[in-house]
C-alpha cells in the first residue's frame, strides 16, 4: 500500500498570501496518478488537480500541482477567502487507492 | 449535468445492517467505475473500494474487505454500499464518487454524491 504523508497538518496564512502544500509518498507514482481535493465544511471534496498538474474543470490558475517520483506539491499563488478549507492528496495509480491525511488552511 | 444522488443519513443499531444507495445521473452510468469513501468524524478520506458497473466487478480495500459488500444495477444506474454487524465505530459520512475517465479503474474522482450519515447507536 501506498502512504502518503502531507504536511503540514495545518498551515496558518492570510487572505493574499501563497500557500504550498506537501504530499509525500511512501513509494514512488507515476505522475499520471496523483490528484488533490478540497474539502470545506458539510460539503463533500472537489476535485482540483488530477495527474499531478491538470486543473479539473472550472478551477481557477491561482491552483497549481507539480512534483515527481515521491514529492508532489499543491500551490495557492493567492489565497482567496473562499479557499480555507481541508485538501487531500490522493494517488491512483496502485492498489489500494490511497488519500493523503489532510492540510488545513486556516486563516492567519 | 451530472449527478451522484445518495440516500439520506440513518442511525442505525449495533449489530444491524446498512445500505446506502448513490443514483447516477446525466451521463452514461455503465462508462464509469464508482469508488466509495469512508470519512469518520473530524478525519481524513479512506477509499474502502469500487466497481465498474458495467460487469459489476468490484476492488476493495483491504481494509475493507470482506466488511462491506459493493454492487450495481444497471437498469437503475444506482450503485449500493452495504454491510451488517455495524458497530458504532462505523458511525461516517459515506460519500460515492465517479471515476473521471471511461472504464478506467486508475482515474481521479471528479463528481462526488452529497454523502450519507450512517450513525450506529443503541
Known amino acids: 500500500e501506498i502512504v502518503l504523508t502531507q504536511s503540514p497538518g495545518t498551515l496558518s496564512l492570510s487572505p493574499g498570501e501563497r500557500a504550498t502544500l506537501s504530499c509525500r509518498a511512501s513509494?514512488?507514482?507515476?505522475?499520471?496518478?496523483l490528484a488533490w481535493y478540497q474539502q470545506k465544511p458539510g460539503q463533500a471534496p472537489r476535485l482540483l488537480i488530477y495527474?499531478?498538474?491538470s486543473r479539473a474543470t472550472g478551477i481557477p490558475d491561482r491552483f497549481s500541482g507539480s512534483g515527481s517520483g515521491t514529492d508532489f506539491t499543491l500551490t495557492i499563488s493567492r489565497l482567496e477567502p473562499e479557499d480555507f478549507a481541508v485538501y487531500y492528496c490522493?494517488?491512483?495509480?496502485?492498489?489500494?487507492?490511497?488519500f493523503g491525511g489532510g492540510t488545513t488552511v486556516e486563516i492567519k | 449535468e451530472v449527478q451522484l444522488l445518495q440516500s439520506g443519513a440513518e442511525v442505525i443499531k449495533p449489530g444491524e445492517s446498512l445500505r446506502v444507495s448513490c443514483k447516477g445521473s446525466?451521463?452514461?452510468?455503465?462508462?464509469?467505475?464508482i469508488s466509495w469513501v469512508r470519512q469518520m468524524p473530524g478525519k481524513g478520506l479512506e477509499w474502502m473500494g469500487n466497481?465498474?458497473?458495467?460487469?459489476?466487478?468490484?476492488k476493495y480495500s483491504p481494509s475493507f474487505q470482506g466488511h462491506v459488500t459493493i454492487s450495481a444495477d444497471k437498469s437503475t444506474s444506482t450503485a449500493y454500499l452495504q454491510w451488517s454487524g455495524l458497530k458504532a465505530s462505523d458511525t461516517a459520512i459515506y460519500y460515492c464518487?465517479?471515476?473521471?475517465?471511461?472504464?478506467?479503474?486508475?482515474?481521479?474522482?471528479?463528481?462526488w454524491g452529497q454523502g450519507t450519515l450512517g450513525t450506529v447507536s443503541s
Open positions: 513509494q514512488s507514482i507515476s505522475i499520471s496518478y
Open positions: 495527474g499531478t498538474s
Open positions: 466497481i465498474d458497473p458495467s460487469d459489476s466487478y468490484t
Open positions: 464518487a465517479r471515476h473521471m475517465d471511461i472504464s478506467s479503474y486508475y482515474a481521479a474522482f471528479d463528481y
Open positions: 446525466g451521463y452514461s452510468f455503465t462508462s464509469y467505475w
Open positions: 490522493q494517488q491512483y495509480g496502485g492498489s489500494p487507492l490511497t
